[in-house]
């Protein structure tokens, strides 16, 4: 045994950090928190001092038993989970759960897993930093109460099954009120002017003019008076100007242009950039400083200076602008300048060069460019159309690097072509197109994410998860919006004619932008009615500040939890007593049939229309919204549609064919088949023709393919991509083969090769006890006794385990019987 142990909360971290200390350490890992609040319950204690109660997971207390066994046997115990506040409430409860004592623990920090780095901070240990675990008590107390006291409101007045929280709300209601910014925006339409001009070289380019003219007639007369005009360059003016690069990556600026330049979901830049620390090749990845060390700033240099020469280099400090950042000391930078690609992963490598790049241009040389301006006039009228264009002088940092933008429609200045002031131009050809302003634009993860830090809502370890946890819950979702057609109108003056032209373009399409779904928009709108301070920007980034606040040492945490909750417990059970049930509803008209209501609103099972009312004789009539129909966007029209489900729609081989509505959608029925119709088509369309045909696509796709020990194969495809069935098993098939065209050998070596990975995921068997134990996904093993499955933990080795011990545990993990009293009755 080593006479030091060094904890961490993650393997990938120790593996690396193993590799730098001598035989005299021992690094195990944590596997993140030990202890948390508990899942079944609020675990506050609300009636007295609110100490939240922590409790080790069940899946955690193997670990927790090893790490206590080392520590006993260790002369120094090192904690060294993260900088930030979640890494010094694990490297809290660790001491607090393995028993430590002051005189054998140390506490120490790195923001770089390098040799250099932990050697450092070796020799300069510390303590635990109270004020950061009281930080992180206060938002993981705050937020439990949020969600504990809200989410039953929800089940009570809403539905089932849903949840609230402090900062995800708050991004709910961010993408809600978005959406409802761009449907009530109404379009103005005006008409933008832009010639392309020839030199006298026969050079062309192209200018406008600065402002658009309100109605087709003026538009109209305008180009109508340049018949025959000769146009000059007026002025031409060039002006030097410069290019600065972009601070280094924060944690929101990584997260932003990792989804503009690489289309990286949130969590999966976080994801990424966890791997990347942990190999050592970054520094932490959860930061809101922009700051680089001096170390950093000269090995950036020596880099800078050796590729592209002194005249590229250029040292900057840059500054915070975001609240309270100073959870880190540095920004994300490549832990070695001198290394340009990480080499690990396709993934992993992009975003790895994007950290270099950035960290390397934020140490170059201004970008030295000139700007032209060009003002052209024309003989019959006052109207000047205006021309600009860019040169790079020096390229400076942008020969390595630039920030990408939000705005979808920015244009980048190009080149324009020599000309001189006093030049003759022609006129290739003048055009006024119609053009509308636009609606505002939804938000992506990436701009998300820019306007919760605008707000001072939430800190870096707070974004992916909240973005991942509101499209989880199914408040937002990442739609497809198809669009709608319009028709707008061209003019355009050449050789001397006038011609107008009605073109048609795509409006409001949108692919993977954040919207909300119905269940969003009614949770939201109930919780901005009934709780507008939980809702609040303002308050939210308050709430934020006190953390920080405490995190400094500047605010009792346990006064700020009393305070906030004896305010906010009153309101909940008002509401819970007092508030109206929410159901989104809203009237569509009047069935002709029997004069009564229809609505869209919310049901048990989701969105749906009803004809009638919960309080008459005769029950309502329900039908479920279909595709992308939302109970905003339902017209009368469709909605009746819905109830002419189930129709026949003809017979097939002396078989109904039925066309209906489902929990899960439209499907044709025939006989014992059903088949699902495409999300794309309107069922009340689907005619017999089309209807046979997907009978027969579902007989093909359900027909056998071959036999094998006399028993059909069937193929098909599911959630996780094609299969084949055979004796009831569902065997994947890897890109190895060809799908459409697989051989009878290629079926054969797929079941054969799934029958030898269930012999070899068998790890006991115990037939005579109907007992076996399997390998399971992510390291993990399943015990197994007829109805019975019990996952194990990571840290229990079940290739050791023996009969006693796997009955021990169905002992303790199954139900106990209730036994009942049997009444007696005196004679």
């Known amino acids: 045994m080593a006479k030091n142990l060094v904890i961490v909360e993650s393997p990938a971290k120790a593996k690396t950090i193993e590799n730098f200390l001598g035989k005299d350490f021992q690094v195990e890992s944590s596997f993140g928190h030990i202890a948390d609040l508990p899942s079944k319950e609020i675990g506050i204690d609300v009636e007295g001092d609110f100490k939240p109660k922590y409790k080790v997971p069940t899946d955690k207390k193997a670990i927790v038993k090893k790490l206590k066994d080392l520590a006993k046997k260790a002369d120094t115990v090192w904690l060294a989970s993260d900088e930030d506040r979640e890494g010094e409430a694990i490297a809290w409860h660790l001491y607090e759960q393995l028993k430590l004592k002051d005189t054998h623990t140390k506490r120490i920090v790195f923001h770089e897993i390098t040799k250099k780095a932990i050697l450092k901070a070796v020799e300069n240990p510390r303590g635990i930093d109270y004020n950061l675990v009281n930080a992180q008590q206060a938002r993981r107390v705050l937020d439990r109460l949020v969600g504990y006291e809200l989410s039953p409101v929800l089940w009570r007045k809403i539905k089932g099954g849903l949840s609230a929280g402090r900062v995800q709300s708050v991004a709910v209601r961010l993408i809600v009120e978005k959406e409802r910014e761009i449907k009530s925006f109404k379009p103005k339409a005006s008409y933008k002017v832009v010639a392309e001009f020839v030199t006298e070289e026969g050079k062309k380019f192209k200018a406008t003019l600065p402002k658009n003219f309100s109605t087709k007639e003026e538009a109209n007369s305008f180009l109508n008076s340049c018949i025959g005009a000769k146009f000059k360059v007026d002025d031409l003016q060039k002006k030097p100007a410069k290019k600065s690069p972009a601070a280094p990556f924060t944690t929101s600026t990584l997260q932003q242009e ?25 520094t932490y990845m959860r930061t809101d400083s922009v700051n680089l060390s001096e170390d950093a700033k000269t090995a950036a240099k020596q880099e800078i200076v050796s590729l592209y ?72 009228n ?105 028709s707008y109108m061209q003019l355009t003056l050449k050789n001397d004619k006038v011609i107008a032209k009605e073109l048609t373009e795509k409006v409001g399409s949108d692919k993977g932008k954040l919207t909300p779904t119905d269940i969003g928009n009614i949770v939201n709108d109930f919780l901005v009615e009934n709780f507008s301070n939980i809702l609040d920007f303002g308050f939210t980034a308050k709430v934020e500040s006190v953390f920080d606040e405490i995190a400094e040492g500047k605010e009792d945490w346990i006064s700020m939890i009393k305070d906030f909750y004896n305010k906010f417990h009153p309101i909940v059970e008002d509401v819970a007593a007092n508030a109206e049930r929410a159901k989104g509803e809203r009237l569509l008209g009047v069935d002709p049939v029997s004069g009564k209501n229809v609505y869209a609103r919310l049901g048990r099972f989701g969105a749906m229309v009803q004809i009638g009312e919960a309080t008459d004789e005769e029950k309502p009539k329900f039908a479920s919204l279909q595709g992308n129909q939302t109970l905003s966007s339902i017209t009368y029209e469709e909605a009746m549609d819905l109830f002419k489900l189930p129709k026949t729609i003809g017979g097939y081989e002396d078989t109904e064919v039925i066309v209906a509505n489902g929990r899960f959608g439209p499907y044709i029925r025939y006989g014992s088949l059903f088949v699902s119709i495409p999300k794309d088509e309107n069922p009340m369309s689907i005619d017999i023709n089309r209807a046979i045909e997907l009978i027969q696509e579902k007989q093909k796709a359900d027909a056998p393919i071959a036999e094998y020990e006399n028993l059909p194969v069937q193929k098909g495809v599911g959630r996780f991509g094609p299969f084949l069935k055979w004796n009831g098993v569902y065997i994947n098939v890897n890109k190895k083969y060809d799908f459409d065209n697989l051989t009878k050998e290629d079926i054969v070596e797929l079941i054969e090769q799934k029958k030898r990975k269930d012999i070899e995921k068998v790890l006991h068997n115990w037939e005579e006890e109907g007992i076996r134990v399997e390998k399971a996904r992510w390291g993990r093993s399943n015990i197994i006794k007829g109805k019975i499955k019990i996952e194990l933990p990571k840290t229990v080795d079940a290739t050791k385990l023996t009969l006693e011990e796997v009955k021990d545990i169905i002992a303790k993990k199954s139900p106990k019987k209730k036994t009942t009293k049997r009444k007696t009755t005196k004679k």
């Open 258 to 282: 990792a989804s503009r330049k690489l289309y990286f979901p949130v969590a999966k830049t976080m994801m990424i950039a966890q791997r990347l620390y942990e190999a050592g090749l970054i």
């Open 309 to 380: 020469g002194e005249a590229y280099s250029k040292q900057r400090n840059f500054s915070n602008k975001s609240k309270g950042a100073q959870e880190a000391h540095e920004a994300i930078r490549p832990t070695n300048m001198n290394i340009q690609s990480a080499s690990v992963d396709y993934d992993q490598d992009r975003l790895y060069s994007l950290i270099w790049k950035r960290t390397i241009a934020s140490q170059m040389s201004d970008a030295q460019l000139e700007r032209t301006n060009v003002k052209i006039s024309n003989s019959n």
């Open 382 to 486: 006052s109207k000047n159309f205006t021309a600009n264009g860019e040169m790079i002088k020096f390229e400076g940092f942008l020969k390595v690097y630039l920030e990408g933008t939000d705005n979808e429609d920015e244009e980048q200045e190009g080149m324009l072509p020599k000309m001189n002031i006093g030049e003759i131009l022609t006129t290739a050809y003048i055009t006024a197109t119609e053009r509308y302003t636009k609606a505002p634009y939804r938000y992506t993860e990436a701009s998300l994410v820019k306007r919760l830090e605008e707000l001072g809502i939430g800190r870096p370890s707070t974004y992916a998860p909240t973005i991942s946890t509101i499209q989880k819950r199914e408040y937002v979702e990442k739609g497809s919006i198809e669009g709608t057609d319009r």
